[in-house]
Structure formats: C-alpha cells, structure tokens
C-alpha cells in the first residue's frame, strides 16, 4: 500500500482543515488507517484511526470532539476534518495503514506510512 497525504496548510486558531490520504493497491479496504502527528523535537503521536469497514473509530483526548476520522473504500481515500484547531495541533500529519485489528496506537502497529503534510496554526 502506497499512501499519500495532502491538505496541510497554515490556518488560524479557531480554524479548520482537511487531511486527505489516498491510497493505492487493491487491498486498502482490509487494512485499519491511522493519522498521526509529529511536531518539531517531538515523538511522533497518534490522533485518530478508523477500523477496516469504517465502524469503529478511536481518537486521541487531545482531539476528541474537534477531529474526526472518516474513509471511503470505494475511492481508497481516508480523511481527518479538524475543527477548531488550536496552535499546539501545529505538526507534520502522516497517515498509516495497519493490518492489525485493535485500538492501535503505536506507530510501530503501523506497516506502511505516507510522507507527511505540514498543518500550522497561529495563534
């Protein structure tokens, strides 16, 4: 699975955006997706993921209730809307693909990782 993300920007705070992550290869639909975060001097952390069918989905406290996490297998795309976003969400996102089932929240649940897009928010 090969996966690309786009949507990152430069927002204000109270703003919103869209991550957008498409994915190549026949099989996406069978695999979990993530989205992840990694600012500057940081570890990379997890935000949100979503299960194979979409029906199960888990989220990060910092996130909960301002982000959420969606997928459409038919277009082999996953999405994360972020509504009022604040200066600390300021990282490089990356989506991920898992085979695994579970709540995974470890990067190293991940098996395949896009290149990263750059969301900033000013205060």
């Known amino acids: 699975v090969q996966l690309q993300a786009s949507g990152g920007g430069l927002v204000q705070a109270g703003g919103s955006l869209r991550l957008s992550c498409a994915a190549s290869?026949?099989?996406?639909?069978?695999?979990?997706m993530g989205w992840f975060r990694q600012a500057p001097g940081k570890e990379r952390q997890f935000v949100a993921s979503?299960?194979?069918?979409?029906?199960?989905?888990y989220y990060a406290d910092s996130v909960k209730g301002r982000f959420t996490i969606s997928r459409d297998n038919a277009e082999n795309t996953v999405s994360l809307q972020m509504h009022s976003l604040k200066p600390e969400d300021t990282a490089v996102y990356y989506c991920?693909?898992?085979?695994?089932?579970?709540?995974?929240?470890?990067?190293?649940?991940?098996?395949?990782w896009g290149q990263g897009t750059l969301v900033t928010v000013s205060s």
């Open positions: 290869g026949r099989s996406f639909g069978s695999y979990g």
């Open positions: 979503i299960s194979w069918n979409g029906l199960t989905t």
């Open positions: 991920a693909a898992t085979r695994f089932t579970g709540d995974a929240r470890r990067p190293y649940d991940y098996d395949y």
